[in-house]
Nanobody, 119 residues
Framework: QVQLVESGGGLVQPGGSLKLSCVTS??????????WGWYRQAPGKQRDLVAR???????DYADSVKGRFTISRDHAKKTVYLQMNSLKPEDTAVYYC???????????WGQGTQVTVSS
């Protein structure tokens, strides 16, 4: 199995920054050959993909976070990161990482990490 452990969330003021981490384990080979993404889900809303990094290292982002968030990965640590800058109240959500293909997320979800942006 692949285990996913998200961390780094918390309470920040509007305009602040956070860096989320997703530590993966269970298959060291799989990490390098799949695409990874960060999702978020606010209360009463669907879980949406906000950032994706492909096998070749290219990235793309939802319009709502473009220019503010940056997804990256560390192959040695099998960890995916999400740097979040210029945070807005509407960024408040539980953030999840997962493997991604062209159709959507793959496999089971982790517990997520809560991000709250409020003054």
């Amino acid at each position: 199995q692949v285990q996913l452990v998200e961390s780094g969330g918390g309470l920040v003021q509007p305009g602040g920054s956070l860096k989320l981490s997703c530590v993966t384990s269970g298959n060291i080979f799989s990490f390098s050959i799949v695409h990874w993404g960060w999702y978020r889900q606010a209360p009463g809303k669907q879980r949406d993909l906000v950032a994706r990094i492909l096998r070749d290292g290219s990235t793309d982002y939802a319009d709502s976070v473009k220019g503010r968030f940056t997804i990256s990965r560390d192959h040695a640590k099998k960890t995916v990161y999400l740097q979040m800058n210029s945070l807005k109240p509407e960024d408040t959500a539980v953030y999840y990482c997962n493997r991604v293909n062209d159709l959507g997320p793959v496999g089971s979800w982790g517990q997520g990490t809560q991000v709250t942006v409020s003054s």
